[in-house]
């Protein structure tokens, strides 16, 4: 089964890369962008066919190791 | 003092560190890959260097705090035992959980590389007893990524509970226009609860010799000595 695990900073995180991303799509001339904010997207296969499984070990691999919960929120979709 | 630094892949400043140590305490420090599962017996002391571990991919610190010897790491600091994660090694520290909070992108994009200006903030802990209170001390700073952050709540308890060890300052040790990358509260290292372990950004590690730049750091090493050697008798 596919997943996708898409990783964001929480509101309220100062997010610099964000800002010069925003800075750099101004200079290029590209009109009515309010904001950025810069995240990750991790593309994964899990073995199992269960999906309620898939959703529980994805949760775990966000807890331990793909999101830093302090300063990122994450959200898992099954495909 | 018996100490260990972890090489890590990507660490490069463990043989400053050594350097350091060796050169304060007379005794060279054991070097531990990060795969091994166990200290050396009887380690008083383990350093988590600088550098950029895993090449800082995910996030950094993140892959590093994950690898098999950081259990032993976490187990020593569990039991008292005293660790110190300079710049890099405070991210893993962070990423770890031996420390709360994280280290996030200065707030103005650049890497920084120079001489930083630090208040000492309290000079009651293995760490800092050589030098005195509020004592400004002229370190190393490079790093990229040095904007501790962590929430309120956090942040509260550091400060109510004195566990900020350093902050940046100016050379009179004013804080607040000195700050380097945005870090909240001027904070540029801090203790955990019971202050075994620091972390810090800046390098004590490389102020150490008079030929190049200074000796300010060589404090950090020879408060250890003072606070271990008498352990090792």
């Known amino acids: ?79 | 003092m018996k100490a260990a630094v972890i090489l890590f892949p990507g660490s490069n400043r463990e043989g400053d560190v050594a350097r350091a140590i060796r050169q304060v305490s007379g005794h060279a420090p054991a070097i531990v890959w990060h795969g091994e599962h166990a200290l050396p017996a009887g380690t008083d002391l383990v350093v988590l260097p600088g550098g950029f571990a895993y090449g800082d991919y995910l996030r950094c610190g993140a892959i590093a705090a994950r690898s098999p010897v950081m259990d032993a790491v976490c187990t020593h600091a569990g039991r008292g035992g005293f660790v110190l994660g300079i710049c890099n090694g405070f991210q893993i520290a962070c990423e770890a959980g031996l420390l709360p909070g994280v280290l996030m992108r200065n707030s103005k994009m650049h890497f920084v590389c120079r001489m930083q200006y630090l208040r000492v903030e309290r000079n009651d802990t293995a760490y800092t007893s050589v030098y005195a209170r509020h004592q400004v001390i002229k370190v190393a700073i490079a790093h990229g990524e040095g904007n501790y952050t962590a929430d309120d709540e956090t942040y509260a308890r550091l400060e109510a509970e004195d566990r900020v060890a350093f902050r940046y300052c100016d050379a009179q040790g004013h804080v607040g226009e000195a700050n380097p990358n945005g870090s909240a509260s001027d904070i540029a290292g801090i203790y955990s609860e019971k202050l075994n372990v620091l972390g810090l950004m800046p390098h004590p590690e490389n102020l150490i010799d008079s030929l190049v730049g200074g000796t300010d750091g060589r404090g950090m090493f020879q408060s250890l000595v003072k606070e271990l050697a008498p352990l090792a008798a």
């Open chain 1, 1 to 79: 089964m596919k997943a996708r695990v898409t990783v964001t900073l929480k509101t309220g995180i100062l997010d610099p890369q964000g800002k010069a991303i925003e800075g750099a799509l101004r200079s290029l001339g590209i009109e009515g962008v309010a904001s950025v904010r810069q995240g990750k997207v991790f593309d994964v296969e899990v073995e199992t066919t269960d999906r309620t499984r898939a959703q529980s070990l994805l949760e775990q691999a966000c807890d331990k190791l793909l999101a830093n919960t302090v300063v990122e929120n994450y959200r898992v979709e099954l495909i």
